[in-house]
Each structure stands twice: as structure tokens, then as C-alpha cells.
């Protein structure tokens, strides 16, 4: 019996950015911090968030059936409120917040994103630099208060990953661990307060070290965690049994991929290990559609910067001397590849 054809997975991703421009504006007008603890009707948090009238009750409802709000009631009078995970990542004033990547995406990407088709017959970046301003880590890192914003919201989707890595991997081996462009020094937290044994370095560039530095006093861990900074394009990497590196080589092209982990092997002992923490595109290419998007992401970024595979990281550390290899998964699509010196 043939099953008919159905175009509804075609019509959900094509229509898909509807979705997403729903959640990500209700992020951006801080709707689901605005009803932190609360239960508003459609006119009050319309008021609340300077929205026309003719906003209530389709955008509320558009999240509601999105199951990013809840509803109680229906009608004029049902009042609105917090999801449990809209209270605990959407809400800006939670521990937990994630919202700040989403604002990115809103006031970044989505617009440069629409000139996908153009990157993929260029190979070019489709962002600032292709209107003559700076590029993004130009731009950022030359504005301060910009660039611990930007820290904040990859902070806030970093976490989860980070917090796996430390729960999962077997640290008992080693002594000294250093993030490789550990920003807020979030790795090297999560990773010490789980593990008493362990001194950490986050190494990052020199505008970033007070960033670092002010989060690990808050977390009480400066004792354990100690900051250092350089280029890793032109400093060697400092000494450590364990050497991380989180969402960072797929922001390069194959040639500076391949000076990080040179730069880490030569940084490593014997019995050592690079790990890289990334939202690892499976071998086969067919599964991780972030992974993928994620790669697409860097194309329209950075042009020839690229998201990779385990088989691909394996290769690139063969090539260098690591001799031994596995992939962990952390969380949703993301894994740690960790090469053995």
C-alpha cells in the first residue's frame, strides 16, 4: 500500500521564520521578564510592552500555541503567564537566561541571513563587513560594555554545554586544565566548582581578562581560577594537562583550525588532551541539521570559516600527533571532541 505524499515538513520549514521571528521579538521587548511571577490579561501586558491593540490576542496566542506561553482561561479575561522554561531561560533576571543569544539573532542574523543565497555564490560574509563597517570581533572588541553583552549571551547557550562537559568527562587524570578564548572564564567555573582537584587558566585576549576576572570573583573560585591573556594566533598557548576550547575553531578557516591545535599539542604533556566543544556535525553529514546550519552560520559570517565533524577533527589531530580519539555528547546537538597526546 502506497502511503501518500505529504508536503507538510516542507510548508512547516518554509514557513518556519514566521515562528521564529515571534519568540525571538518577544525576547527582545522583554515580554516573558515582564511576566516574571505574574498573570496579566492580553490588554494589560499589551500596555506593559507599548503594543497596538491590534497586537492582543494574536501575538500572545501565536506563543501560546507555540507552547512558549500559558494561558489561563480563554477570551478578554484569560490572563497569561510564564511557561516553566520561559520562566527559567527566557526570563532575563534567571540564573539560567538564554535570552541574550536570541536578541543577537534578532538584530544580527536575521537580516544577513537573508543574503544566504548570495554567500553561497561568493563564499563571502554577508554581515557588517559586506557594508563597509567593522567585523563583528573588530567591531566588539573595541567596545567594551558591547563586548561583555555579547559574552553574556553566549554565556547564557554555552552553559548548558559546559555544565554537561564538566559533569561527563574524566577529569581524575589530570592537575591543570586551560580554556583556549574562555571569555567569561564560564568553563573553567563550571569545570572547578565540580571538581575540587583542579587549578584552571582561562586565556583570552587582553580586553577580556577583567570580564573573566569579575565573574570568577562573583563565583568565589579566584583562588582556583586565574586568568592569563594573549593572542592565540601569536602567543603559545600556556601549559596545561587539559586544554579546552568552546565554540572557538569554528570560527577559523582550515589553515588557523589547524595552528590552534598545534599550538595545543605543543601546549600539552604526554597522556594530555585537547577538547573541542562544538555543535559536532555527524560523520555522515545527515543528522546534526544545527550542526549544519551552524556551518552555514559561519559561511555567512565569516565566509571561509566552517563548522566540522568528529571524523574531521580526528583527521586534523591525526595529521599533528595526537594518537588517540572520542566523541562525547553533551547537550541537545552539541558534543566534546577530544583528542589523547
Known amino acids: 500500500m502506497n502511503i501518500p505524499l505529504n508536503p507538510s515538513s516542507i510548508l512547516q520549514a518554509a514557513f518556519g521564520f514566521w515562528n521564529s521571528k515571534v519568540l525571538l521579538t518577544a525576547v527582545e521587548i522583554d515580554l516573558f521578564t515582564k511576566l516574571a511571577g505574574r498573570h496579566l490579561t492580553g490588554t494589560e501586558l499589551g500596555k506593559e510592552l507599548h503594543l497596538h491593540p491590534r497586537a492582543n490576542p494574536d501575538f500572545f496566542d501565536a506563543l501560546v500555541a507555540m507552547k512558549f506561553l500559558d494561558r489561563a482561561g480563554d477570551g478578554p479575561t484569560a490572563k497569561y503567564f510564564n511557561t516553566p522554561e520561559g520562566a527559567m531561560f527566557l526570563d532575563a533576571a534567571s540564573p539560567r537566561y ?5 536578541v543577537m ?3 544580527r542574523l536575521f537580516k544577513f541571513w537573508n ?11 554577508q554581515n557588517e563587513v559586506k557594508h563597509g563597517q567593522k567585523g563583528m570581533f573588530e567591531e566588539l572588541y573595541s567596545d567594551l560594555p558591547r563586548l561583555e553583552q555579547f559574552m553574556g549571551a553566549m554565556t547564557g547557550i554555552s552553559r548548558l554545554n559546559f555544565e554537561a562537559f564538566a559533569e561527563t568527562f574524566d577529569f581524575s587524570k ?16 563550571e569545570v572547578t566548582k565540580r571538581h575540587p582537584h583542579l587549578t584552571c587558566t582561562s586565556f583570552d585576549l587582553p580586553v577580556v581578562e577583567p570580564i573573566a576576572k569579575k565573574h570568577i570573583i562573583a563565583a568565589g573560585l579566584e583562588k582556583r581560577v586565574h586568568t592569563v591573556s594573549g593572542d592565540f594566533f601569536k602567543d603559545p598557548l600556556p601549559k596545561a594537562d587539559l586544554i579546552t576550547m568552546g565554540m ?3 570560527d577559523w578557516n582550515l589553515e588557523k583550525k589547524m595552528h590552534l591545535i598545534r599550538a595545543a599539542y605543543e601546549a600539552l604533556p604526554p597522556g594530555g588532551a585537547l577538547v573541542a566543544i562544538e555543535a559536532l556535525i555527524d560523520d555522515a553529514r545527515r543528522e546534526n541539521v544545527q550542526g549544519l546550519l551552524m556551518s552555514l552560520n559561519m559561511l555567512i559570517e565569516f565566509g571561509d570559516a566552517f563548522d566540522y565533524s568528529g571524523a574531521d577533527f580526528r583527521r586534523w589531530c591525526g595529521e599533528v600527533g595526537f594518537t588517540r580519539f572520542e566523541v562525547i555528547h553533551l547537550a541537545g546537538p552539541s558534543s566534546a571532541a577530544v583528542a589523547y597526546k
Open 115 to 125: 543574503d544566504l543565497p548570495e554567500a553561497l555564490r561568493t563564499g563571502r560574509p
Open 174 to 189: 589530570y592537575q591543570t586544565l586551560c580554556d583556549v578564548g574562555g571569555a567569561t572564564g564560564l568553563l573553567s567555573i
Open 248 to 250: 572557538i575553531l569554528h
Open 98 to 102: 538564554i535570552g541574550g543569544i536570541l
Open 105 to 107: 539573532l534578532n538584530a
